[in-house]
C-alpha cells in the first residue's frame, strides 16, 4: 500500500515562505505523476503543483513564480517551496501521487498564513 506523508504545514506571516515535504513509501519515479493539491474553508481541492516522471513541472497560475516544485529519488520526497505567502494561500495542503488507474493521497498539512 503506498504511503504519502507530508509534513511542514504551519502559521507564517504574510510575505513568508514554508516548504512542504512528501515522503513516500516507494521509489518516486513509479509514479507518473506527483504533486500538490490545496483545500481552503468552503473551497472545492485545487491543483496547486505537479511534476511527472520526466521532471517537466505544471503550476497554478496564482501560485507561479512563488512556488517551486522539487524532487529527489533517492530521499523519495518531493517538495513544494512557497514563498511570497498570502492569505489566500491558506489551505490544507495535499500530496498526490498517480500511476495508471490509481490515485493516492497524503493526509495533508494545515498552512495558515496571517499576521
Known amino acids: 500500500q503506498v504511503q504519502l506523508v507530508e509534513s511542514g504545514g504551519g502559521l507564517v506571516q504574510p510575505g513568508g515562505s514554508l516548504r512542504l515535504s512528501c515522503v513516500a513509501s516507494e521509489n518516486i519515479f513509479n509514479f507518473n505523476i506527483m504533486g500538490w493539491y490545496r483545500q481552503a474553508p468552503g473551497k472545492q481541492l485545487e491543483l496547486v503543483a505537479t511534476i511527472n516522471v520526466g521532471g517537466i513541472t505544471n503550476y497554478a497560475d496564482s501560485v507561479k513564480g512563488r512556488f517551486t516544485i522539487s524532487r529527489d529519488g533517492a530521499e523519495k520526497t518531493v517538495w513544494l517551496q512557497m514563498n511570497s505567502l498570502s492569505p489566500e494561500d491558506t489551505a490544507v495542503y495535499y500530496c498526490?501521487?498517480?500511476?495508471?488507474?490509481?490515485?493516492?493521497w497524503g493526509q495533508g498539512t494545515q498552512v495558515t498564513v496571517s499576521s
Open positions: 498526490n501521487a498517480q500511476k495508471p488507474r490509481r490515485n493516492y
